[in-house]
């Protein structure tokens, strides 16, 4: 099931997560609301670890970040124009920013998870990293050779209890079904138990190690990176792609 629902009293798009965890939704970014909580996740030690910072996160980056995912998540709402079930493909995700509903019907932003065209980050030359990534940002809509990327991070409270694993299995639906999603990149720090689980849990294979690779802060990281092809099987029948 990929199917979209909308807020009805915002129109905000959303996707909601299978149970156990129903009381989650993914929609698109919200300034007001994201700047504050993200800037709290992002500074958490065990978090800003694995995601390759090393400086303190504040509401200015965060900002500037948030309004550059929105550009894009805003370009893909506009053409939904209220679609509940895939049409023709769409050329990015209109959602990312996850959330817990409360009893009151308020939420709570809990992490990102956002399914966007490769930035071949792990390639050092800048001329042939913006080489690769201008041809795939040029490739159009439904495209099946277009590569994509998924990252993510969730808040420390509510990690360790198969959120996450759940949130991408989402999220390569949606893509499969709603973008024509066929083949996506990712990594992780080595030693990244959690996140480099997520990904296999979901189908991905590590394919490569480049090792002592990132500079972070004083140390030189290790990146272990991953690829999922649509077809993909997992021994879990219920986490099985198209
Ligand atoms: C990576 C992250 C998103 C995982 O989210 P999560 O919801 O806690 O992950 P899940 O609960 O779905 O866990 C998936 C698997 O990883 C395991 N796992 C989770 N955290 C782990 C850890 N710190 N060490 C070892 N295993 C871990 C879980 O036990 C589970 O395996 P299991 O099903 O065999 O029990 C979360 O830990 C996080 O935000 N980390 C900091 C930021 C980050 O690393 N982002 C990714 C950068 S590549």
Same mark, same amino acid.
């Given at each position: 099931m990929a199917n979209l629902e909308y807020n !009805?009293?915002?129109?905000e798009p959303f996707l909601r997560l299978a149970p156990p965890f129903s009381n989650f939704i993914i929609t698109p970014p919200r300034i007001e609301d994201d700047v504050d909580a993200s800037v709290e996740i992002m500074n958490d030690p065990f978090v800003y670890k694995w995601m390759g910072r090393t400086t303190p996160y504040n509401a200015e980056l965060a900002e500037r970040w948030i309004r550059t995912v929105k550009v894009e998540t805003d370009a893909a709402v506009e053409k939904?124009?209220? !679609?509940?079930e895939p049409g023709s493909a769409l050329s990015a995700c209109p959602v990312r920013h996850m959330r817990e509903e409360l009893a009151d019907g308020k939420t709570v932003f809990v992490g990102d998870v956002g399914l966007v065209r490769s930035g071949w980050t792990e390639i050092v030359d800048a001329e042939e990293r913006a080489r690769l990534v201008a041809a795939n940002a040029a490739r159009l809509a439904g495209d099946p050779e277009i590569v994509w990327h998924i990252g993510y991070y969730l808040a420390p409270g509510q990690q360790g209890r198969g959120l996450m694993t759940a949130a991408v299995k989402r999220m390569i639906e949606f893509g499969v079904a709603w973008m024509n999603v066929k083949y996506i990149k990712s990594s992780a720090f080595e030693g990244n138990h959690g996140s480099l689980k997520v990904q296999q849990k979901n189908g991905f294979v590590e394919v490569d190690k480049l090792v002592d690779h990132v500079q972070v802060g004083e140390e030189r990281r290790t990146l272990v990176l991953m690829e999922w092809r649509a077809g993909t099987r997992v021994d879990d029948t219920d986490l099985a792609y198209g």
């Open positions: !009805a009293k915002t129109g939904l124009k209220g !679609a509940t």
